[in-house]
C-alpha cells in the first residue's frame, strides 16, 4: 500500500491477516491504506482480516490497474515505461506533491505547487516537451538531472 502505483493479477488476493496472528499492521501499512482508501475502509479490510479478490480490490482503490492473467509484471513494465517517456524532474515534483502529507494546509501546498512549477520552467526541461508538443512528435528529455 506504501507504494504509489499497484497493478494486480486477476488471480490475485489481498488480505490484512495481521489481526488473525494477534498483530496489527506495521511499517505505515496501516496510515497509508487508511489514506488510500478512508478510514472506514481500511477498519474492514484490517480488523476483518477478509481476503479481497481483484475486481473489489481495484473497486477500493487498492490497485491501480488489475492487468490480463499472468501479465501482472508486463502492465506494470508498461505502466513505468509510460511515466520514464515523460520530464524526469516534472514526474518527480508531481509525484512529491501528491505524496506530501495530508495535514499540510491546502494553501502551503498550492505555493510550494508555484515553487515546482517555476523550478521546472528554469531547468529548460519543459522547452522540449513544449517544443515536441507544437512539432506533433514525442517528447525526447534529455538527462538534466539536479547536481
Not at 35 to 41: D, F, K, M, V
Not at 118 to 137: D, P
Not at 141 to 146: A, K, T, Y
Request: hydrophobic share 45%; net charge negative.
Amino acid at each position: 500500500m506504501r507504494c504509489d502505483l499497484r497493478v494486480m493479477d486477476p488471480r490475485a488476493v489481498i488480505c490484512f491477516s495481521e489481526v488473525r496472528l494477534g498483530l496489527m499492521p506495521d511499517w505505515g501499512g496501516g496510515p497509508a491504506l487508511a489514506r488510500l482508501i478512508g478510514p472506514s475502509r481500511a477498519a474492514d479490510l484490517i480488523l476483518t482480516a477478509r481476503k479481497v479478490n481483484a475486481a473489489e480490490a481495484y473497486s477500493l482503490g487498492l490497485v491501480n490497474r488489475v492487468s490480463e492473467e499472468g501479465r501482472a509484471l508486463d502492465e506494470a513494465l508498461t505502466l513505468a515505461e509510460a511515466i520514464a517517456e515523460n520530464g524526469p524532474r516534472a514526474v518527480g515534483h508531481a509525484l512529491g506533491l501528491i505524496r506530501a502529507d495530508q495535514d499540510i494546509p491546502y494553501s502551503a501546498m498550492l505555493a510550494r505547487e508555484e515553487e515546482l512549477a517555476a523550478e521546472l520552467i528554469a531547468s529548460g526541461e519543459c522547452v522540449h516537451g513544449v517544443g515536441a508538443f507544437f512539432e506533433k512528435k514525442k517528447p525526447v528529455f534529455p538527462d538534466i538531472r539536479e547536481a
